[in-house]
Protein backbone atom coordinates (compact mmCIF):
# COMPACT_ATOMS: atom_id res chain seq x y z
CA UNK A 1 0.00 0.00 0.00
CA UNK A 2 0.93 3.62 -0.67
CA UNK A 3 -0.14 6.55 1.40
CA UNK A 4 -0.58 10.27 -0.07
CA UNK A 5 2.78 12.58 1.07
CA UNK A 6 1.61 13.28 4.43
CA UNK A 7 -0.50 10.56 5.27
CA UNK A 8 -3.48 12.28 4.04
CA UNK A 9 -5.45 9.54 2.28
CA UNK A 10 -7.59 7.49 3.15
CA UNK A 11 -6.19 5.05 4.11
CA UNK A 12 -5.04 6.93 7.81
CA UNK A 13 -7.30 7.65 10.50
CA UNK A 14 -10.24 5.40 9.52
CA UNK A 15 -12.13 2.64 10.60
CA UNK A 16 -11.60 -0.94 8.29
CA UNK A 17 -14.35 -2.54 7.55
CA UNK A 18 -12.18 -6.09 7.24
CA UNK A 19 -9.68 -6.30 9.74
CA UNK A 20 -10.40 -5.30 13.81
CA UNK A 21 -10.51 -1.61 14.57
CA UNK A 22 -9.37 -0.21 17.87
CA UNK A 23 -10.17 3.41 19.21
CA UNK A 24 -8.14 4.75 21.90
CA UNK A 25 -9.66 8.19 22.03
CA UNK A 26 -13.17 8.34 22.70
CA UNK A 27 -15.94 8.31 19.93
CA UNK A 28 -18.52 10.10 19.04
CA UNK A 29 -21.30 9.62 16.19
CA UNK A 30 -23.57 12.56 15.71
CA UNK A 31 -26.68 13.07 13.45
CA UNK A 32 -29.20 15.93 12.88
CA UNK A 33 -31.84 13.73 15.03
CA UNK A 34 -34.61 13.09 11.92
CA UNK A 35 -35.40 9.68 11.78
CA UNK A 36 -33.05 9.09 8.90
CA UNK A 37 -30.02 10.59 10.24
CA UNK A 38 -29.79 10.24 14.41
CA UNK A 39 -26.60 8.81 15.48
CA UNK A 40 -27.18 5.31 14.91
CA UNK A 41 -25.15 1.86 16.24
CA UNK A 42 -26.33 -0.80 14.04
CA UNK A 43 -25.38 -4.45 15.39
CA UNK A 44 -25.31 -7.21 12.16
CA UNK A 45 -25.97 -11.12 12.25
CA UNK A 46 -25.23 -12.47 8.69
CA UNK A 47 -26.16 -15.70 10.15
CA UNK A 48 -29.83 -14.85 11.24
CA UNK A 49 -32.21 -15.24 9.14
CA UNK A 50 -34.08 -12.70 6.81
CA UNK A 51 -35.33 -9.67 8.97
CA UNK A 52 -33.75 -10.88 11.66
CA UNK A 53 -30.51 -10.13 11.64
CA UNK A 54 -30.15 -6.64 12.93
CA UNK A 55 -30.80 -4.79 15.71
CA UNK A 56 -29.70 -0.89 16.83
CA UNK A 57 -28.98 1.22 19.38
CA UNK A 58 -30.27 4.92 18.51
CA UNK A 59 -30.22 8.66 20.05
CA UNK A 60 -34.01 9.69 18.58
CA UNK A 61 -35.18 12.91 19.76
CA UNK A 62 -33.20 13.04 22.91
CA UNK A 63 -34.30 9.19 23.87
CA UNK A 64 -31.86 6.24 23.53
CA UNK A 65 -33.44 2.91 22.04
CA UNK A 66 -32.11 -0.29 21.70
CA UNK A 67 -34.19 -1.95 19.20
CA UNK A 68 -34.40 -5.58 17.02
CA UNK A 69 -35.09 -4.23 13.81
CA UNK A 70 -35.79 -5.49 10.23
CA UNK A 71 -32.68 -5.83 7.66
CA UNK A 72 -34.08 -2.41 5.77
CA UNK A 73 -33.81 -0.71 9.57
CA UNK A 74 -37.36 0.14 8.35
CA UNK A 75 -39.60 -1.99 10.81
CA UNK A 76 -38.77 -2.04 14.77
CA UNK A 77 -39.79 -5.64 16.37
CA UNK A 78 -38.69 -4.87 19.93
CA UNK A 79 -37.26 -2.32 21.97
CA UNK A 80 -36.27 -0.66 25.24
CA UNK A 81 -35.92 3.14 25.63
CA UNK A 82 -34.80 5.18 28.04
CA UNK A 83 -35.42 9.07 28.31
CA UNK A 84 -34.11 11.78 29.90
CA UNK A 85 -35.36 11.22 33.37
CA UNK A 86 -34.68 7.82 33.64
CA UNK A 87 -37.99 6.22 32.34
CA UNK A 88 -37.24 2.69 31.04
CA UNK A 89 -40.38 1.27 28.42
CA UNK A 90 -40.07 -2.14 26.89
CA UNK A 91 -42.35 -2.90 24.38
CA UNK A 92 -43.02 -7.43 25.32
CA UNK A 93 -42.72 -8.59 28.39
CA UNK A 94 -40.17 -9.27 30.93
CA UNK A 95 -40.02 -12.58 31.44
CA UNK A 96 -38.55 -13.69 35.40
CA UNK A 97 -36.36 -16.45 35.60
CA UNK A 98 -36.85 -20.02 37.41
CA UNK A 99 -33.83 -20.46 38.09
CA UNK A 100 -31.15 -18.59 40.49
CA UNK A 101 -28.16 -19.18 38.36
CA UNK A 102 -30.21 -18.04 35.46
CA UNK A 103 -31.41 -15.16 37.23
CA UNK A 104 -27.75 -14.10 38.04
CA UNK A 105 -26.58 -14.26 34.77
CA UNK A 106 -29.64 -12.66 32.73
CA UNK A 107 -29.78 -10.01 35.57
CA UNK A 108 -25.85 -9.32 35.32
CA UNK A 109 -26.35 -8.68 31.70
CA UNK A 110 -29.72 -6.89 32.22
CA UNK A 111 -27.09 -4.60 34.20
CA UNK A 112 -24.35 -4.16 32.17
CA UNK A 113 -26.49 -3.48 29.27
CA UNK A 114 -28.76 -0.76 30.90
CA UNK A 115 -24.55 0.22 32.65
CA UNK A 116 -23.65 0.55 28.69
CA UNK A 117 -27.07 2.12 27.51
CA UNK A 118 -26.63 4.96 30.42
CA UNK A 119 -23.06 5.75 29.87
CA UNK A 120 -24.31 6.08 25.93
CA UNK A 121 -27.15 8.87 27.31
CA UNK A 122 -24.39 10.88 29.14
Known amino acids: MNHEPGGSDLIVNNAWTNQPNIFTKWQEITGSGLAADSPTIVLTDPTQAANARKCRIINYLGNLY????????????????????GNINISGKVNEQKSFSLQWESG??????LLILLLLVE
Open 108 to 113: LMFHSM
Open 66 to 85: LQTVSDDLLVGQGSVSIDRV
